[in-house]
């Protein structure tokens, strides 16, 4: 993993398999804060972007939680961050 700095700031992408769906972002742990979600739709595929920036007390671990939701059903995807630190 590449190694943050304090204030740096996370990518992560959610694809799910619908033309509209609706996405929901939620920081389970950790000491960070989504500053900006995008959102597209391409075919028959959503997806959503979030921009996440890492607060000066954030100490190397998180767990974020994505939800996609359509008139057909739902998903649920849970990431985890752990980073090491480097010299």
Known sequence: SPSRGLGD??????????RVA??????ESGSMEIINIE??????T???IAT????SDFNG???FKVKAKDSRGSGEV???IELEETN
Not at 9 to 18: D, I, M, S, T
């Open 46 to 48: 959503s997806k959503s």
């Open 61 to 63: 671990n998180a767990v």
């Open 78 to 80: 849970t990431h985890a």
């Open 9 to 18: 700031v996370y990518k992560r992408q959610a694809e799910y398999n619908a």
């Open 39 to 44: 959102e597209s739709a391409t075919g028959s």
């Open 22 to 27: 609706l996405f929901t972002w939620t920081i």
């Open 52 to 55: 996440i920036r890492f607060n």
